[in-house]
Structure formats: structure tokens, C-alpha cells
């Protein structure tokens, strides 16, 4: 039996609630420690919820003995409490996205290096059998060679007092629902993707609620790529090829029962497909515990710099449009 990472949260977020910590609990790799809080009441309600330990400020967590942290917290506290948590030596696994910029993210990413500690952005969609599934289709040929690439993460507006409406918080459109698309080009067309327009409409506050962007392959094949708070629904990757086209539904957000569809068009027919349901929650979880027993420091470090790159390049060659 291989042994159990001890691991700590720190934040009490929705996602943390929802989904994270009950498969940190059902996962037979850790042993969740401890959740900490800057709110003694959030501690205190996660910890009866969960049945662990409670800690109140962030910093705390730190003395505890763990070997990993799960980070829910706002991109914009992801500088100070990564930095932080490497100090103390502990494997991050922290949610999308990884930092507000660039700049941040290669001085987060060569602290790690330094400290020998695994750290691990949480982008669960490519570890669903969905993925997998659309990587064979395309490999296999069955739309023959790609011709294009496009893929949305869309919603309805969100409560005025989320922290996505905060500039402060690291909040954004972009940061939050455009990483997904950018992050779902990649994995299909690899690395090399060069950016060549896009947009962004800010609110009064300063925050980014839509965005789009154009981007080129490495192989020459364009991308286009649509996100917002302020949309009707939309979650899809579609991809053109010379002899068909292949759309997938619910990309980024099939949960726990979720069983998505796919479907292929050629010119003989429409299939569309039902998948099965998955756990990319456990699956990714998994793979953060292989990188820390096996010691596979460096093995997220590119993906995780090629992601925060192209979502910098937007953050700074954007046109950016104001609205009311």
C-alpha cells in the first residue's frame, strides 16, 4: 500500500465545499488534516461539516502536519500564500487561475523549482474520459486533418457580490471563464500557439466581463475563442477538419453523473454520441498524488507557464471596450 499524503485547505470556497474536499475525503491517497479559515464561523462550519480540525487564519494551516495544500482562494491571494505555503516546503494544488499575470507566475514557479515542491493548477476537464475520447477521434482521423478550432465558456451574470467582480481579488472574465478555452486549445493543438487579436469589455470597475480572442496553431490552424459573465450558456469545444466536424458539449463542467454528449458530422451522417459519466475530480486528484510520490517537480511547470502566457498576452494586447 503506497502511503497517504497529509493535506490541508485553505479557503472555505463553494467548489472547496461542493466538490473538492468530499473527493479529497473519498480519495484513498490523503488524509485531509485541516481547513483554515480567516473567518472562525466558515472554519468552524467546514470543519463540523468535514469532521476535521478547524483553523482560524490562513498562515496557521502552515504549522500543521501536512505535506500538500489545496488553495481555493482568489487568484489575487495566490502570490503571497503559494509563495508561503512553498516556503514551509508544502505541494501545491490550487484553482485556475494560477496568478493574476505572467510576471507572478515565473516568480511562483521558480520558488517551486527551487523548493522541490509539486505544484498543480486545477484544470479538472482534461482528465474526463470526454477529453480522451475527443484526443482519439481527432488522432484517429476521423474528421480528417483540423481546420479550425473554437471553443466558449459562457454564463449569465453572477451576483454583484462575487469575487469575480473584483479587481482586487484578481477577478475577470478572463481569469476565470476565459482560461478554460485557452486551456482546451492547448490540449488539442499543443504548444507554440501564437496570439493574434482580442478584445475585452470592462465594466465601471475596472473588471473584465466578456472577451474573445484569435490565436494560430503552431500547425497554422486558427483559433477562436469566446468567454463571459455576461452570456447566454455556452460550454463547447467544436473543431472543423477536411472531412468532418466534431462538437462536444458541457467541455469544461460535466460533474459527478453528468454524461455528456459528443457529435460527429460527416458527409453521411450526424452521430451524436452519450458518454459516459467520470470523476475528473478524482482523476486529477490522483495525478497531483503520483507527481509528489514519484517526485515530478517539474512536471505541470510548462503547462502551467504556456497557459499564464497566453492569458497575459490577452491581459496586454487586448482592445478594450467599456460598458455601461
Same mark, same amino acid.
Given at each position: ?5 497529509? $493535506? ?6 463553494? $467548489? ?23 473567518? &472562525? ?22 504549522? &500543521? &502536519? ?29 484553482? *485556475? ?7 507572478? +507566475? *515565473?516568480?511562483?514557479?521558480? *520558488? ?26 481527432? &488522432? ?48 488539442? !493543438?499543443?504548444?507554440?500557439? *501564437? ?20 490565436? !494560430? ?5 486558427? $483559433? ?28 469544461? +463542467? ?49 503547462? $502551467? ?20
Amino acid at each position: 500500500m503506497r502511503e497517504k499524503i497529509n $493535506i490541508g485547505v485553505m479557503g472555505c470556497a463553494n $467548489i472547496a465545499k461542493r466538490s473538492v474536499i468530499p473527493t479529497i475525503i473519498s480519495n484513498q491517497n490523503f488524509n485531509l488534516v485541516a481547513v483554515a479559515s480567516r473567518s &472562525e464561523l466558515k472554519a468552524n462550519e467546514f470543519a463540523s461539516l468535514f469532521n476535521v480540525k478547524p483553523i482560524v487564519g490562513y498562515e496557521n494551516l502552515l504549522n &500543521e &502536519e501536512i505535506d500538500a495544500v489545496y488553495m481555493p482562494l482568489p487568484t489575487g491571494l495566490h502570490e503571497e500564500w503559494i509563495l508561503n505555503c512553498l516556503e514551509k516546503r508544502k505541494h501545491i494544488y490550487v484553482e *485556475k487561475s494560477f496568478a493574476p499575470n505572467y510576471f507572478v +507566475t *515565473k516568480k511562483i514557479l521558480d *520558488k517551486a523549482k527551487q523548493k522541490k515542491c509539486v505544484v498543480k493548477e486545477n484544470f479538472m476537464f482534461p482528465y474526463h474520459s470526454q477529453s480522451k475520447y475527443l484526443l482519439n477521434l481527432i &488522432e484517429n482521423k476521423t474528421i480528417g486533418n483540423i481546420r479550425s478550432f473554437r471553443s466558449s465558456f459562457c454564463f449569465p451574470p453572477l451576483n454583484n457580490n462575487n469575487f469575480r467582480y473584483s479587481k482586487e481579488l484578481g477577478g475577470g472574465a478572463l481569469l476565470d471563464a476565459g482560461a478554460y478555452p485557452i486551456k482546451a486549445a492547448q490540449m488539442v !493543438l499543443g504548444k507554440g500557439i *501564437k496570439h493574434l487579436s482580442s478584445t475585452m469589455n470592462v465594466n465601471n470597475k475596472g473588471v473584465d466581463i466578456t472577451g474573445s480572442a484569435h490565436f !494560430l496553431s503552431s500547425q497554422n490552424i486558427p $483559433i477562436h475563442l469566446t468567454w463571459g459573465f455576461d452570456n447566454f450558456y455556452q460550454c463547447q469545444i467544436e473543431i472543423l477538419g477536411t472531412k468532418g466536424k466534431v462538437t462536444t458539449d458541457r467541455s469544461f +463542467t460535466a460533474g459527478l453523473g453528468v454524461k455528456p454528449s459528443i457529435t460527429i458530422e460527416t458527409d453521411n451522417k450526424i452521430e451524436q454520441l452519450s458518454l459516459n459519466s467520470d470523476n475528473h475530480f478524482n482523476n486529477i486528484l490522483n495525478s497531483f498524488y503520483d507527481e509528489i510520490i514519484d517526485k515530478k517537480f517539474n512536471e505541470a511547470i510548462d503547462e $502551467i507557464k504556456n497557459q499564464s502566457f497566453l492569458q497575459n498576452e490577452i491581459l496586454t494586447k487586448s482592445i478594450i471596450n467599456e460598458v455601461l
